[in-house]
């Protein structure tokens, strides 16, 4: 595979991004064990609370991390998605949109960020690009070729 | 145009019909031996069969006998997936009906002129492949100023919120002096990238050049994405101002706004022309009102602008803060413009006129227009201008012209702001569809995103997307997702910053009609500003929009990786514009634009 360097760039960032995130759940648990309303669509669980939910992607982060060494497109989807979810649900938890959020999520998101930008890089490097792009010239002037 | 080009294109398999207008002569040449020699001679010719030439090239040919024929034959060529050549047209010449009904069914193919005729025909043939089906429009200067106009101020309405944020004297001062650090150098950075660089998606196709695939999808990705949602606040912000006048139920407010949002829909589709004549009319709707409004509140108006500097207790940098992200806001859009390149005739030339003209021209709108508000504001206490907001309350244009002109100028004034919002959406829907569209030509996005209309020559599955996106958007409360917009687009100018120096050095020697004038190590400094500008407007923007911007972000490569392993990309040498490879060779398009020379 001639990406497999950015490949392996993507796991270890992957796995990084998820240990992170596991370190800023823990760090939020000592810190703020409140963090983050621990309800979904009515469900209540401790579970469901800001800080089990970046223990959570921490975890599946790491798993896209792994992933990450033989498939660095799915890995590094999988890394990025859950991290953009996390902060999606834990920013729509209304009184936690605030800068202590910030203490619990740079870390995770920027390596999650980094990781996505190396497997993009894997990416490249991996799927062939099409030389064809002359041939689109019918179809896209709207006639059916 | 020479006939060798048949096997040129049946090599390639390029699927196009050529319609073959056979006139028997020199028509140009003829016109001007009779002004000057008072007859002609040596014009005249026979042609052969053409048909029989296009068999013996092996593509098909069509006879057509009579002008009721064309548009059969025609639309069978069209969807037949092979070379065609549709010979003899040359009776249809004298039926001036069926000649347009002619032109305007080919505008998105390409055409031979004649067999014997120019070399029109091969030109035509590169440009159209280079082009893919884009119509190219004679924009006039006149025209692309009022793009930038539009797409950078569109008048001042807005404004209100700087003043009571940051004080009258600052806002004054921010107005002159943050244009040098931050719109300047990129109305000189769109200048120079959109001269060496004239392409459809304007800073998508820059990035791609410098820093390539990744980064451009990105750009064009958060971007695009931004001004989805962008553009919809300025039909909601128009229709607060109705709103705010006239009193309407919430079904009302959806019918109008996608009224709105279905004219300009089908008016962008229509062509840059039109939709150019409909900002112009726009501004002169906005323009003339403001002009009245500032040089009446100037006049008439009382006290000195420029004091208090600062609001009471504020520091000046709190009170900048508190201003910056709007004035940058107020300031954005240089680099909108250059996504139309592909459709401009000469872009590489208008477009940075139409900036340099621009600029100082949304410089000094803001600044009169403002200085005569803060007049106005002082005919009813110097302490007005803390109460200068817009929306419901606060004192903005609007409130400020019923003071001065009563309720006449506070009509015009009110249509200015409401014009002004619709012309910004009207922009902002030419500008947001067409680096999608190119996306989708560089097999990184859906294909049928990058179709054309085929008479009008413009990526219409791109603009009414962007239309339907923003009709529903503009009937939800879509506040949360307007916080992702800073994020979405300071990233962006980020990378174009970055591609202008890593241009300079890749490729010193690369044409560029226009060329900031200063070496690449000032231009790396003053580049520099702009860039710490957009990394602290992602800070002073606060949490909220913070955090929306950092989840949005991940959706650019998140995209990328989706669409990359289903679309694959294209090579840079089948991109439009390379006719070689790293290694020398021809590439399809290289070998299809020899053909077309020969």
């Known amino acids: 595979m001639k990406g497999q360097r950015m490949a392996n760039y993507t796991a270890v960032t992957g796995i990084l991004a998820g240990v992170a995130a596991i370190a800023g759940g823990l760090y939020a648990h000592s810190s703020n064990p409140l963090f983050g309303i621990p309800q979904f669509f009515g469900i209540y669980s401790k579970y469901l609370s800001g800080v089990h939910v970046l223990i959570g992607i921490g975890v599946v982060m790491i798993i896209g991390g792994l992933l990450s060494f033989k498939w660095p497109s799915v890995g590094g989807i999988i890394v990025c998605a859950v991290a953009m979810l996390g902060l999606i649900y834990t920013y729509d938890r209304g009184q936690y949109r605030w800068t202590p959020m910030l203490y619990y999520w740079w870390g995770p998101w920027l390596l999650a960020w980094i990781a996505g930008i190396f497997a993009g890089y894997a990416a490249f490097k991996n799927v062939p690009q099409s030389s064809e792009r002359l041939a689109d010239a019918r179809h896209a002037q709207g006639h059916s070729a | ?598």
């Open chain 2, 1 to 598: 145009m020479n006939v060798q080009e048949l096997e040129t294109a049946k090599r390639l398999r390029l699927p196009f019909v050529i319609l073959v207008w056979s006139d028997g002569g020199y028509g140009l040449i003829e016109m001007h031996q009779r002004r000057k020699f008072g007859h002609v001679a040596g014009t005249r010719f026979d042609n052969p069969d053409l048909v029989g030439l296009a068999h013996a090239f092996g593509v098909d040919g069509v006879r057509v006998e009579r002008a009721g024929d064309l548009p059969g034959i025609l639309a069978k060529a069209l969807e037949s997936s092979g070379l065609v050549v549709v010979g003899h047209c040359y009776r249809l010449r004298r039926e001036r009906q069926a000649r347009h009904r002619l032109v305007a069914t080919c505008t998105g193919g390409a055409w031979l002129k004649g067999a014997q005729s120019s070399s029109v025909g091969g030109v035509r043939m590169v440009e159209m492949l280079r082009n893919e089906g884009l119509k190219r429009v004679r924009m006039r200067l006149i025209t692309a100023v009022v793009f930038v106009f539009t797409l950078t101020c569109s008048g001042s309405f807005g404004m209100e919120d700087v003043i009571s944020s940051s004080g009258p004297g600052m806002t004054l001062l921010m107005i002159l002096i943050l244009p040098l650090v931050w719109s300047v150098p990129m109305a000189f950075v769109a200048s120079e990238l959109g001269s060496m660089v004239p392409e459809a998606g304007g800073l998508y196709r820059w990035i791609r050049r410098g820093m390539g695939e990744y980064w451009s999808f990105q750009a064009g990705w958060w971007w695009t994405l931004s001004l989805y949602v962008d553009s919809a606040v300025y039909v909601a912000l128009a229709l607060d101002y109705i709103q705010g006048k006239y009193e309407f139920s919430g079904m009302w407010r959806a019918i109008i706004g996608i009224g709105i949002v279905a004219v300009f829909t089908f008016i962008n589709i229509r062509g840059l022309e039109l939709t150019g004549w409909s900002l112009t009319i726009i501004q002169i709707g906005v323009m003339v009102p403001l002009v009245i409004f500032t040089v009446w509140g100037i006049a008439a108006g009382s006290g000195n602008p420029f004091t208090p500097v600062l609001p009471e207790g504020e520091s000046v940098l709190t009170s900048m803060n508190l201003g910056l992200a709007v004035m940058m806001w107020m300031y954005a859009g240089w680099e909108s413009i250059s996504t139309l390149a592909g459709e401009i005739e000469n872009p590489q030339k208008v477009i940075p006129r139409a900036l340099m003209i621009g600029t100082p021209l949304v410089i000094a709108t803001y600044f009169f227009s403002v200085y005569a508000l803060l007049r106005v504001g002082g005919m009813t206490g110097s302490d007005t201008w803390q109460s200068m907001w817009t929306g419901g309350g606060g004192v903005d244009f609007v409130v400020a012209a019923k003071t001065l002109g009563g309720v006449t100028l506070e009509y015009l004034i009110l249509m200015a702001a409401i014009l002004s919002n619709i012309g910004l959406y009207a922009g902002y829907l030419a500008t947001g569809a067409r680096p999608q569209f190119q996306m989708s030509r560089d097999r990184l996005l859906p294909k049928f995103i990058g179709k054309t209309h085929s008479g009008w020559g413009t990526p219409w599955v791109a603009i009414l997307l962007m239309g339907f996106v923003n009709a529903v958007l503009i009937n939800f409360n879509f506040d949360a997702l307007i916080t992702i917009d800073v994020f979405l687009l300071m990233f962006p100018y980020v990378l174009i910053f970055l591609t202008v120096i890593i241009m300079r050095v890749k490729e010193p020697d690369a044409p560029r009609a226009f060329r900031v004038p200063m070496p690449t190590w000032l231009l790396g400094v003053w580049v520099a500003f702009p860039i710490a500008i957009a990394i602290i407007a992602l800070f002073v923007n606060g949490t909220d929009w913070m955090i929306g911007g950092l989840a949005g972000i991940l959706t650019g490569p998140i995209a990328y990786l989706v669409f990359k392993n289903i679309y694959k990309g294209a090579t840079d040498e089948a991109l439009e514009g390379s006719t070689v490879t790293p290694a020398g060779e021809l590439t399809e398009f290289g070998a299809a634009v020899e053909g077309a020379r020969a």
